[in-house]
C-alpha cells in the first residue's frame, strides 16, 4: 500500500506545469527579476545530463573563458539521472542550495563557479565543501559558464551594456581561429599551355577526399585561378591530385591567420545614438539592473547634468579591462580605490553597482533562451541569491 505522504511526493514530482512569467518589485518602481518557469514534466519529456551540458557550451562555448577560470560541469553525481528541473543562481550559498533542493533541482548553472581552488577534502568544515557534499548527496550536478557568459556575443556584457543605445564593440576582441588553416591559389592548363578557368580546376581537383563545402571552401574564382579555404591535411591529398593529373596543375597555400573579432571578448564599448547627460545614464543603469542605488565617481569637471556620448561596461570586477578605455562613462561591481582616481582624473566618469548586481539580472534573459533551446525543461531563477553588500 502506498502511503499518503509518497503518493503526494508522486504527484508533485510527475503533475504539468505551464510556462509562468512573473514580475515583482524589490522597492519603489525598480523592476525585480522576472521568475521563469516552464515544464511539463515527466520521465518521457525529461533531458540527460550531457544533453542539458551540450546545449549550455553550444549557447556558450567554455573556449571562451578566460585561461584562468574554473568552467563547465563541475560537479556530477554517480548516480545519473534525467534532468528535468534547472536551477539559475549568480553565486551558489548554502542558502541558495536550501532554496534549490526546495524545488527538486537536478542541476544548477551557477554563474560563479562555487569550485574554483583546489579542495583537499570534501568535508562539514567549511561551507563550500559542504554544498559540494549535499549537492552530491542530493544528486544534483553543478555547472559554472562564468566568463564564457561573459565574453561570447549576445552574453553577459552585451545584456549589460544594452541600458544604452548605441554601436557596441569588443573591448578587448578575441581572435577567433580560422575554420580552415590554408588558403590555396590553385592554376592550371593544358599540354598545349591553354589556361584552365577557376570552375574547370574545381571540377579536377574535387574528389571523394576532396568536397566542396566539406574539405575545401571556395573563396574567389576567375578565368585563370581558383582560391579555395582547406586544412592541412587536405594540402597532401591536393599535392597526389596535382601529381596524377593529366593537365600542369600549380598550387600554393599561405597559412590562414586568425582574425580579431568585434562582437565578442572581454567588455563593451558603446559609441552613443544620442549623447546622454550622467544622471540619465545613471537612472537607465538603474531600471536595467533593477536596483535603487549606485556609487558614482564624477568626472573631474563633470556634473550630474553634463553630457556624454559613450559608455564602456564589464560585469563583475572591471578595472583590468576598462583601464585606458576612452569613454564618458565605466559601468562595472566594483573598482579599486585608486583605479576610480585615475579614471575620473583621465575625465571618465565610474558607475559602481556592486560586483554582482551587473551580472544577477541577466539571469532571467539567459532562462527564456535556454527554454528556446529545450522547451522540455523546468528552469527556475533563485529568488534567494543576493549581493552580500548592501546600502543602507
Known amino acids: 500500500m502506498i502511503s499518503k505522504p509518497y503518493l503526494r511526493c508522486l504527484l508533485n514530482r510527475y503533475r504539468s506545469f505551464t510556462f509562468v512569467k512573473a514580475t515583482a518589485s524589490r522597492s519603489g518602481s525598480h523592476p525585480c527579476r522576472?521568475?521563469?518557469?516552464?515544464?511539463?514534466?515527466?520521465?518521457?519529456?525529461?533531458?540527460?545530463?550531457?544533453?542539458?551540458?551540450?546545449?549550455?557550451?553550444?549557447?556558450?562555448?567554455?573556449?571562451?573563458?578566460?585561461?584562468?577560470?574554473n568552467v563547465g560541469l563541475l560537479v556530477e553525481p554517480v548516480v545519473r539521472k534525467s534532468i528535468g528541473r534547472v536551477f539559475l543562481t549568480n553565486d551558489l550559498t548554502e542558502d541558495v542550495l536550501k532554496e534549490a533542493v526546495s524545488v527538486n533541482t537536478d542541476l544548477i548553472v551557477s554563474y560563479h563557479p562555487p569550485v574554483f581552488?583546489?579542495?583537499?577534502?570534501?568535508?562539514?568544515?567549511?561551507?563550500?565543501?559542504?554544498?559540494?557534499s549535499r549537492c552530491l548527496g542530493q544528486g544534483i550536478a553543478i555547472y559554472s559558464p562564468?566568463?564564457?557568459?561573459?565574453?561570447?556575443?549576445?552574453?553577459?556584457?552585451?545584456?549589460?551594456?544594452?541600458?544604452?543605445?548605441?554601436t557596441v564593440s569588443a573591448i578587448q576582441p578575441l581572435n577567433i581561429n580560422?575554420?580552415?588553416?590554408?588558403?590555396?591559389t590553385l592554376s592550371a592548363s593544358l599540354s598545349d599551355?591553354?589556361?584552365?578557368?577557376?570552375?574547370?580546376?574545381?571540377t579536377i581537383v574535387e574528389s571523394s577526399d576532396f568536397q566542396a563545402n566539406k574539405h575545401f571552401k571556395v573563396v574567389s574564382s576567375n578565368d585563370s585561378q581558383l582560391q579555395?579555404?582547406?586544412?592541412?591535411?587536405?594540402?597532401?591529398?591536393?599535392?597526389?591530385?596535382?601529381?596524377?593529373?593529366?593537365?600542369n596543375l600549380f598550387f600554393y597555400a599561405n597559412k590562414n591567420e586568425s582574425l580579431p573579432s568585434s562582437s565578442s571578448?572581454?567588455?563593451?564599448?558603446?559609441?552613443?545614438?544620442?549623447?546622454?547627460?550622467?544622471?540619465?545614464?545613471?537612472?537607465?543603469?538603474?531600471?536595467?539592473?533593477?536596483?535603487?542605488n549606485l556609487m558614482v565617481a564624477l568626472a573631474r569637471g563633470s556634473t550630474l547634468e553634463s553630457t556624454i556620448s559613450s559608455a564602456a561596461a564589464v560585469a563583475g570586477s572591471g578595472a583590468s579591462v576598462l583601464r585606458g578605455v576612452k569613454a564618458g562613462l565605466y559601468l562595472t561591481g566594483e573598482m579599486s580605490h585608486h583605479d576610480v582616481l585615475d579614471a575620473v582624473h583621465n575625465k571618465v566618469t565610474v558607475?559602481?553597482?556592486?560586483?554582482?548586481?551587473?551580472?544577477?539580472?541577466?539571469?532571467?534573459?539567459?532562462?527564456?533562451?535556454?527554454?528556446?533551446?529545450?522547451?522540455?525543461?523546468?528552469?527556475?531563477?533563485?529568488?534567494?541569491?543576493?549581493?552580500?553588500?548592501?546600502?543602507?
Open 265 to 292: 571578448g572581454a567588455g563593451r564599448y558603446c559609441q552613443f545614438n544620442n549623447r546622454l547627460s550622467i544622471n540619465d545614464a545613471i537612472e537607465r543603469i538603474k531600471r536595467h539592473l533593477g536596483v535603487d
Open 178 to 184: 580560422p575554420e580552415f588553416s590554408h588558403v590555396v
Open 34 to 69: 522576472t521568475v521563469y518557469r516552464y515544464c511539463t514534466i515527466g520521465q518521457q519529456n525529461m533531458a540527460t545530463l550531457s544533453e542539458v551540458v551540450s546545449t549550455l557550451k553550444k549557447m556558450a562555448p567554455l573556449s571562451l573563458a578566460e585561461s584562468w577560470d
Open 193 to 202: 599551355n591553354t589556361p584552365l578557368g577557376g570552375l574547370e580546376i574545381k
Open 351 to 392: 558607475v559602481l553597482a556592486n560586483h554582482s548586481n551587473t551580472e544577477r539580472n541577466y539571469l532571467n534573459v539567459f532562462a527564456g533562451r535556454l527554454l528556446e533551446e529545450m522547451p522540455q525543461l523546468n528552469v527556475h531563477v533563485s529568488k534567494v541569491d543576493r549581493d552580500p553588500l548592501m546600502f543602507v
Open 117 to 132: 581552488t583546489p579542495f583537499k577534502r570534501i568535508t562539514s568544515d567549511t561551507w563550500k565543501s559542504r554544498i559540494v
Open 146 to 166: 562564468h566568463t564564457s557568459w561573459d565574453t561570447v556575443e549576445n552574453g553577459l556584457t552585451d545584456w549589460l551594456i544594452s541600458c544604452f543605445s548605441g
Open 228 to 247: 579555395v579555404l582547406c586544412n592541412s591535411s587536405s594540402l597532401l591529398t591536393l599535392n597526389k591530385v596535382a601529381k596524377s593529373s593529366k593537365c
